[in-house]
């Protein structure tokens, strides 16, 4: 008896996250895939068909939208890297006994709502705010000059947003970085920026890794970005898909893009994680 209950005691903590896991994410995405083959509409309900033309039909009228939340995603990422980057190792390497303080103002804009967050952005880079307005004054910028309902906001909102999803990855992994092998790399005539791509850099791939999908994987789903910093050419799938669910009320439609946009970036990660090579970052993750 003792040795089955001592045999039963890891899965007995696991059953909690498990059962969490079961019931809010693995039965949703059954269900989803369920209604994405199904026909009918809200009044006279839905009816499993095995339609699976849904599919086709909604890459056919929104495939404009899928590549869109591609693209902005990758570039938010991109920028998201190059902004960083700097700032965790700036944080890790310089920051002394001030980290703490540092990490807490690079959070503080979480403790204000999303939505209110980037509708900030929207007085801010409107026509007449207060970045724009002076420099038309001034003639700096033309007066037809806008940022609002472009693409180029819709991305700077997405990197804002996100920053810190890819900040604090990258700040643990340098943060572990003994600074005794930089100094040695120093020692061995190694300059800073052979030092920094020999040492420094491939120490901190893991953080880089996870930051990229705690990254790009929200970003290309969102939505909030593109309805209140975007125009109607800027939609993004994640905007179609609210519309489907809550507007339209085409759920199957709306099931469909939503399976098909995980099963995207799914794919994506797999790929990337490939590309990268899953097994190096680990190893390194390890020394």
């Known amino acids: 008896m003792k040795r089955w209950r001592a045999a039963a005691v890891p899965y007995l903590l696991i059953l909690p996250g498990g059962l969490w896991l079961v019931i809010f994410f693995a039965i949703p995405v059954i269900v989803l895939i369920s209604l994405s ?31 869109r939340s591609l693209l902005y995603g990758a570039i938010a990422t991109i920028l998201c890297i190059a902004l960083g980057y700097p700032v965790a190792y700036w944080i890790a390497f310089r920051g002394g006994a001030r980290k703490s303080t ?20 929207q007085y801010f880079l409107s026509d007449n705010g207060i970045l724009l307005s002076p420099l038309k004054s001034a003639g700096i910028l033309p007066q037809n000059f806008r940022i609002l309902a472009t693409g180029t906001a819709v991305v700077g909102g997405l990197t804002y947003n996100y920053l810190p999803f890819m900040v604090l990855p990258i700040y643990v992994a340098l943060e572990r970085i003994d600074p005794r092998l930089v100094e040695a790399a120093q020692d061995l005539y190694a300059t800073r920026a052979a030092a920094f791509r020999r040492v420094v850099l491939p120490l901190s791939l893991p953080g880089l890794f ?35 669910f809550l ?28 590309v990268l090579g899953t097994d190096e970052v680990l190893e390194v993750a390890a020394r």
Do not use: C, K
């Open 37 to 67: 083959t199904q026909q009918g509409n809200i009044v006279d309900g839905f009816s499993q068909t095995f339609h699976f033309a849904n599919y086709a039909s909604a890459w056919d009228n929104y495939h404009d939208q899928f590549i």
């Open 102 to 121: 540092y990490l807490f103002l690079l959070l503080l804009p979480f403790f204000v709502s999303f939505v209110l967050r980037t509708v900030s952005w």
């Open 210 to 244: 996870a930051g990229v999908l705690l990254t790009f994987v929200p970003v290309a789903a969102d939505y909030v970005n593109a309805a209140i910093l975007g125009g109607t050419g800027n939609t993004m799938i994640g905007n179609i898909i609210q519309d489907e």
């Open 247 to 274: 507007t339209v009320q085409d759920y199957p439609t709306g099931a469909a893009l939503s399976f098909m946009l995980m099963a995207i970036l799914l794919i994506g990660m797999f790929s990337y994680a490939r």
